[in-house]
């Protein structure tokens, strides 16, 4: 469990907006731009090259490279 004070002040590294804790899934899902990031050994991976993009973000982008 994220302490909710830590919480509280964390922001998502690419466009400031709050974070969502999800402690069964241990993860952190920006409000804004739905950016997942992970949450190891109740550590907030915020790195912005680790992030992972929600999957219907992820789905859209390859068929758009599909029909490029």
């Not at 929600?54 to 599909?66: G, I, N, Q, Y």
Request: with cysteine; glycine share 0%; net charge negative.
């Amino acid at each position: 469990m994220l302490d909710p004070d830590l919480l509280s002040i964390m922001a998502c590294p690419f466009d400031h907006a709050a974070l969502n804790y999800t402690a069964h899934s241990q993860q952190l899902t920006c409000d804004q731009c739905a950016r997942i990031f992970e949450v190891r050994d109740q550590i907030p991976v915020l790195i912005p090259e680790m992030a992972r993009q929600p999957r219907e973000a992820v789905r859209l982008d390859r068929r758009h490279k599909d029909h490029a």
